[in-house]
Structures are given as C-alpha cells and as structure tokens.
C-alpha cells in the first residue's frame, strides 16, 4: 500500500479521491453529483461506481453552498421530560427523515420570549429552510413575529403568531369527551386537576370540562392545579381523596393520574368504586397501570406528519394559503371508570 493510500484509509474520502479513482477532474466528479446535464453516461457511470466503491458520502455544508438549500429543518421545543413532547418531537423527526429532510432542534429552558427568540435566530442562522414551533406559546413578541416572517413557521401545541400556520389537538373537545364519559356514567359531576395556568393546553382543556358541566347543569367543583409531573397529581390526590363526594375526576394528564391513582390507593379510596379516573395522552404506560387507565389519546405521531407535511408545503409554496388544521382526540375506556 503506497504511503498516498494509507492516507486516504485514515480519513473520510473526499472529491478529490472519487476524481483520482475514477480517472475524471473533480468538477467533472461535482458535476456528476449535482446532476448536470452535460456529462457523458458513460463518465457518469465510472464517477458512481468511485463513488461506492470508496463510500464518499458528500459534505452537507458544501452541498448547501452549491444548492442553497440546507435540507433541514429546525423544531423549537421545551426542555422536558414529559413523553408528549419526546413524542412528538420523534414524529417529527421521522416524518422529515422520511422526506429527505435533516432536524436541527433548539431546546429552551422556559416559556419566556427571550428564549424562544434565541431559539429561532439560532435556526435561522443554521440556514433551515423551515421551522416547527412545538412550544405552547402563549404571548408573541415583535422579533419572534419577525423571525417567523422570515423563515416559514408551522406552530403547534396552540401556539399562534401574526403568519404561522397552525396545526392543534382540540384540547377543548378533548375535555368534553372525558367529563362527557363520566356524567354519562352517572357522576353528578366531575372534578378537574389541571395542568400549568401559562400552558395553552391546559387552558383548553379547562375550557372544555367547565363548559360541559355547565351545559349539562351540573356544579363546577373547584380546579386542582398540578405540573403535569406524577408528584403534582399525587400530592392533588391526597387532597381529593379527602372529598367525600368526589366521584369522578378527570385528570389533565397520564403522568399526573398515576400520581392521583398512588395517592388515592394509600386513602383507601378504590378506583373505580370509589372514584373514577379518566387521563390525557394514552401514553404506552396508561395501559398497564392498576387500574388500567381510561383516557383521551392525543394522536402525537398524526401532529408530527402534519406539521412537516404542511411545512415542506410553504417551503416549496410561500404563497400558500395559512389554514388551521385541528387533529381530533379520541376516548379510550378502560378499567379507571365505571357507574357510579
């Protein structure tokens, strides 16, 4: 092996190796991969089979200089270990994958417009061609409405902003078909532990339970607030469970309801006999906790697609049309509930 080729072993092979192998100058070999119309099938053809014989993988940077497209797009999302937001954010990452897509995601530490600008200037600046915003954005600001002029912006989680297009769960009828299933029960009425006041989604969902029992004529029993965490439904159960008549909760996610579960379990309150229990999400665990846990599944993985599939539509068409586009929940009954 001459000195040369060990060298070549010992690093990544570059346009200069594809060139040298396949006997052709290296514009020829940048031609060829740009797919350029003026070259011969038959200098194709050696330049390609370089190519896989030497496994030369392109260089991204290069390919955008030359293209000016970066095939990527960025995804905003909070710092968490919550599994609605690691579920989404996987789709997402699959879906774009699946189109040829790369995800360059910036994490914030809190809900503040600070951060959230930060965030997207640094996409920005990475050249994406198209950003996710997956934050539950409650309060816009002039620079954040800037930046998502600039750069076509798909929101999700129910955030909103002057152009962004935006593709939501209906959290509200989310609610309804939990507190729904539970008067239908026969519950006079149902209480709520909800999540983070600054959360739109538990706004939503607080909507959607109070105007059922509203409209149904039945009495609003005072909200619970929790922090979507097990350890916040826990501590609210331990409150709950001391309510002789509370029957029914419904409980703003799956995470908190094992904690309510927990808590009520050390009380001697049974679920369902005592109380019944419905959650939010349908996360993979809502299935094998004890009780098994009725709940409202949020289709995470249809988000995700729609949201790239509605981005790579305004990258390939800025003058598109910005039309909301509602993803709807569905009940799942389990062991959780029952008559009352």
Known sequence: MSEQDAQVRERPPGMADVARAAGVSAQTVSRVLSNHPNVQERTRAKV????????????????????????????????????????????????????????????????????????LSRLADQGVEGVIL???????????????????????????????????????????????????????????????????????????????????????PPELEGDWSPASGYRNGLILGHIPDATAVFVASDEMAFGVIRALTELGRRVPEDISLVGMDDIDLAAYCTPPLTTIAQPFSRTGELAVAHLLRHVTDPDSIVVPCSVEPELVVRASTAPR
Do not use: C, K
């Open 48 to 119: 390609l089979a370089a190519v896989e014989q030497l496994g030369y993988r392109r260089n991204n940077a290069a390919r955008m200089l030359s293209s000016g497209r970066s095939r990527t797009i960025g995804v905003v999302t909070l710092q968490t270990t919550f599994y609605s937001r690691a579920a989404v954010t996987s789709s997402i990452e699959y879906a774009a994958q699946a189109a040829g897509y790369a995800v360059s995601t910036a994490t914030v530490a809190s809900l503040d417009t600070s951060a959230i600008e930060a965030a």
């Open 134 to 220: 997956s934050v539950p954005l409650i309060h816009s600001s002039p620079r954040i409405e800037q930046l998502t002029r600039a750069v076509p912006t798909i929101t999700i989680d129910g955030s909103r902003t002057d152009t962004t297009e935006v593709i939501a769960i209906d959290q509200a009828l989310a609610a309804r078909l939990a507190t729904r299933h539970l008067l239908d029960l026969g519950h006079e009425t149902v209480w709520h532990i909800a999540g983070p006041e600054q959360w739109l989604e538990a706004a939503g969902r607080r909507d959607g339970w109070r105007g059922t029992l509203e409209a149904a004529g039945r009495t609003v």
